[in-house]
């Protein structure tokens, strides 16, 4: 049974898209309503409609993907519209990500969805790493903590961010004390991992055009450093702030990890955009079949459950 409650909503399954992938248009998170995700949250938001980097600025490589999209959505209103009208249909709660483009933006999209009838679940996109000239807030301590003062100032509802990947004790430290000061719902650890380069020696080129070449990885690369997030602020963060775990999941077993690690709600980037939709059932499937050969019946048996060598 892969039944998961995340922030007092129930979900048939813990998984969901990566924000950004098969999220941008209704067409696109129709489908994702209509699949087996167990929830799906939308592509960030800014508020006005932004075209993003020149193309190509998304490819497939054998190991994941490097990715400079920049940031290109449909603009606020269109998305609080989409999920304004989920809801009338369904309980699923919808995830919404916002990501201004500074302060200011962030807290003006926030009081909308803080006054409007939206009554799913925010994310605050601190970690985009291909805006030109944006560095990612959350690698700005100072920043994220003015941030988080000001949003919680007025937001009550359901709030979580997402976060960059750190690669330092010291980092995980500071970055969990300035989180637990506030009344997180959750963190999202990792977004991709940011400006990495991939090459194609056939041409001696790069792949994508944005930033000569330079972008955020995601996929098989990421997953070490994935789940060494997601177990740094578990083992960290206070029990209310719970965790979505993304990078690298491709399989049951990776999921697993994540779970094991500590997540609660798992997110699938680069791998939905090489599979589509369907590869919800197959991560269900795999991750019962690692379940019942380990005799666990819910997920609650073994989240969290990494063992230390003693
Ligand atoms: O749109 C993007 O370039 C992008 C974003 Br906002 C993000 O958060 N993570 C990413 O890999 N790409």
Known sequence: MLTTNFLDFDFSNPFMNASGVHCMTT????????????????????????????????????????????????????????????????????????????????????????????????????SCPNVPGKPQV???????????????????????????PYFDMAHFDQMAAILNKYPLSYVNAINSIGNGLYIDTD???????????????????????????????YTRLKPEIKIIGTGGILTGQDAYEHLLCGATMLQVGTQLQKEGPAIFDRLQKELMAIMEEKGYKTIAEFRGKLKAIV
Do not use: C, H, W
Not at 208 to 217: A, C, L, V, Y
């Open 27 to 126: 067409n696109e998170l129709d489908e994702l309503a209509a699949s087996n995700a167990g929830a799906y949250i939308m592509k960030s938001a800014t508020p006005a409609k932004r075209e993003g980097n020149p193309e190509p600025r998304y490819f497939d490589v054998p190991l994941g993907s490097i990715n400079s999209m920049g940031l290109p959505n449909l603009g606020f209103d269109y998305y609080l519209e989409y999920a304004l009208k989920q809801q009338e249909k369904t309980s699923r709660p919808v995830f919404f990500s916002v990501a201004g483009m500074s302060v200011a933006e962030n807290i003006a999209m926030l009081k909308k969805i803080e006054a409007s009838d939206f009554k799913g679940v925010t994310e605050l996109n601190l």
């Open 138 to 164: 959350a690698y700005d301590f100072e920043l994220t903590y003015e941030t988080l003062a000001q949003v919680f100032d007025f937001f009550t509802k359901p709030l979580g961010v997402k976060l960059p």
């Open 203 to 233: 041409s001696d080129q790069v792949v994508i055009k944005p930033k000569e070449g330079f972008g955020g990885i995601g996929g098989e690369y990421v997953k070490p450093t994935a789940l060494a997030n997601v177990r740094a602020f």
